[in-house]
C-alpha cells in the first residue's frame, strides 16, 4: 500500500528523529528545515541534528539515572539519534558525548540514504494548509519570529520564553598542564575524560568578582521578564544567587585530587571534550551572556587558561514553548487540530535527549496514525511515559499551576513510586529502571502495527 506523506517542521533532534521512525514504518517523509535559507543566531552550519548548546547527552548509566533510562529506551525503540551518537561518541566518563560535526554528518546521511525521504530547504512561516493532514512541528528552541507568531495565534495562549545559554569551547593546545591534569570525578570512566583546572580561595573569589561585575549582554525590552530554565543557567546568573553557588555546582572540587599537589582544590573548572580528535574542549556549566572581550579577559584568569584560545564564546538565544499542558493530548496532538503534533523542546521539555525522545514519540504516533491505527502512550512508569504525561499536564494540579507551565528534564521525580515491599534508598532506581524497562518491552509488544 502506498501511504499518503507525514510533513515534519524542523530538521533537529526531535525532527529527525520523528522522521525515522516514521519512514521505518514505509511512510514517505517531507521534511522542511528553513537553513540556510534562514539562519538562526546560534547555529553554525546548516546540517540536521546540529548541536548547539553542549555536545553533552548526558549521563548513560541507565540503572542510576533517569537520563540514561532515556538513552535505553530509545535504543529500544531503534532510535537513530542515539545510533548515531553511540558511532561518534567522545570520552566523557559516564556520560555519552559526541564529535558535534561528524554527529551531525551520520544522522543526516542515514536519513538521505533512505528513499522514503525527501528534505525541503524552505521557512515555513505559517500553520500549514489542511492538505497536510499529518503534521509534526518540531521546530525547537529557535522557532523562526513568523512561525511563532502563526502558533501563538493558533494556540490563543500567552506567549512563554525563556533564555538559553551556550558555554565557551576551548583548543586543548593552548591549555598550561602544569597547572591542568586529566581525571574524571570519583575516577568514573576513563580517566581523561575531562581535564580538570584548580582554583584556589581568592582566585575564585576574583572570578566571583568578574561574574558578578562584569558588563553583560543588554536586555531587549521583550526579554527582561523572561525567566531561565535551571539546566542552562548562564554562569554569571548563578555567581549572583550567591558566592558559593558555583562551588557546589558545576565547579565543586569533591572527587578529584590535584597531582601536581596532592591536595583538593578550593574548587575546579572542569573542561569536556567536545570533539573526536579531542583538539576542543567545552568549559563544563559555563554557559554565559557576557559580552565577548569580558568572557576572554575573566576566564583566562583561571590558572591553566592563562593562554587560552577560544573557538568559540559563549552567547545567548531565547527559547520559545508552548503551554503543553492546556494544547496536546497524550498523542502530541494539538487538541483544537488533532492534524498538528509538535514534539521537541517546543513541546516543553528541556534538553537534547528528552527533545528527541518526543520526536521519536511523534513518530511513532504519526505512523500510526497514517496506517489507520491508535496507539497509547507508553505506560508512566517509563521514562517515555513519565516526560509525556508531565508536559500534558498529568502531574500538575489544577488550572493556575498551568499558567506556571515550565519546561522538564527527566527524572525518577516524575515517575511513580515503586510499590509492595520497601526497598531500600540505593536500590530504587534500579529498581525503577527495570521496571520501566519491562513496561516498555510490553508496550512495544501490544503497539506493533501492519
Not at 525532527?15 to 521512525?21: L, N, Y
Not at 560535526?101 to 540514504?113: D, M, Y
Request: glycine share 8%; with cysteine.
Amino acid at each position: 500500500m502506498t501511504h499518503k506523506e507525514i510533513h515534519i517542521i524542523g530538521g533537529g533532534l526531535a525532527g529527525t528523529e520523528a522522521a525515522w521512525q516514521i519512514i521505518k514504518q514505509g511512510i514517505p517523509v517531507i521534511l522542511h528545515e528553513m537553513r540556510p535559507v534562514r539562519k538562526t543566531d546560534v547555529h553554525q552550519t546548516e546540517g540536521l541534528a546540529e548541536m548547539v548548546c553542549s555536545n553533552s547527552f548526558r549521563s548513560d548509566d541507565y540503572e542510576n539515572n533517569a537520563v540514561g533510562l532515556l538513552h535505553e529506551e530509545m535504543r529500544r525503540c531503534d532510535s537513530l539519534i542515539m545510533a548515531a551518537a553511540q558511532e561518534n561518541s567522545v570520552p566523557a566518563g559516564s556520560a555519552l558525548a559526541v564529535d558535534r560535526e561528524a554527529f551531525s554528518a551520520t544522522v543526516q546521511q542515514r536519513l538521505e540514504a533512505e528513499p522514503l525521504f525527501t528534505m525541503v530547504r524552505e521557512e515555513i512561516t505559517t500553520i500549514p494548509p489542511e492538505e497536510w493532514d499529518n503534521v509534526i512541528i518540531a521546530t525547537g528552541p529557535l522557532t523562526s519570529d513568523a512561525l511563532a507568531q502563526s502558533i501563538l495565534e493558533l494556540t490563543g495562549e500567552d506567549e512563554l520564553a525563556f533564555f538559553d545559554a551556550i558555554a565557551p569551547i576551548i583548543y586543548k593546545d593552548s591549555i598550561d598542564f602544569s597547572r591542568a591534569w586529566y581525571q574524571s570525578r570519583y575516577d568514573k570512566g576513563d580517566t581523561a575524560d575531562y581535564i580538570n583546572l584548580p582554583l584556589s580561595r581568592d582566585q575564585y573569589e576574583a572570578l566571583i568578582d568578574d561574574l558578578i561585575d562584569t558588563e553583560k549582554y543588554d536586555y531587549k525590552d521583550w526579554e527582561k521578564d523572561t525567566p531561565y530554565f535551571d539546566g542552562c543557567m548562564p554562569i554569571e546568573v548563578m555567581a549572583e544567587r550567591g558566592r558559593e553557588t558555583l562551588r557546589f555546582g558545576p565547579m565543586k572540587p569533591v572527587g578529584l585530587t590535584n597531582p601536581h599537589t596532592n591536595e583538593s582544590a578550593y574548587a575546579v573548572l572542569q573542561l569536556r571534550q567536545d570533539n573526536k580528535l579531542g583538539t576542543l574542549y567545552n568549559m563544563v556549566g559555563f554557559q554565559t551572556k557576557m559580552k565577548y572581550g569580558a568572557q576572554i579577559e575573566a576566564f583566562q584568569k583561571i590558572p591553566g587558561l592563562e593562554k587560552a584560545k577560544f573557538a568559540r564564546l559563549g552567547g545567548l538565544h531565547r527559547n520559545t514553548f508552548i503551554n503543553s499542558p492546556n494544547l496536546l493530548d497524550d498523542n502530541l496532538r494539538f487538541k483544537a487540530q488533532p492534524r498538528l503534533r509538535f514534539a521537541g523542546q517546543i513541546s516543553g521539555v528541556e534538553g537534547y535527549v528528552e527533545s528527541a525522545a518526543m520526536g521519536l514519540m511523534a513518530g511513532r504516533f504519526a505512523a500510526a496514525e497514517r496506517k489507520g491505527h491508535h496507539i497509547p502512550a507508553p505506560p508512566m512508569i517509563t521514562a517515555f511515559g513519565a516526560l509525556i504525561h508531565y508536559i500534558t499536564g498529568g502531574q500538575i494540579p489544577g488550572a493556575g499551576a498551568r499558567k506556571n507551565f515550565q519546561p522538564m528534564n527527566v527524572n525518577f521525580g516524575i515517575m511513580p513510586v515503586l510499590e509492595g515491599k520497601k526497598i531500600k534508598r540505593k536500590d530504587r532506581k534500579p529498581a525503577k529502571s527495570i521496571r520501566a524497562l519491562d513496561a516498555l518491552a510490553l508496550w512495544l509488544e501490544e503497539t506493533k502495527f501492519g
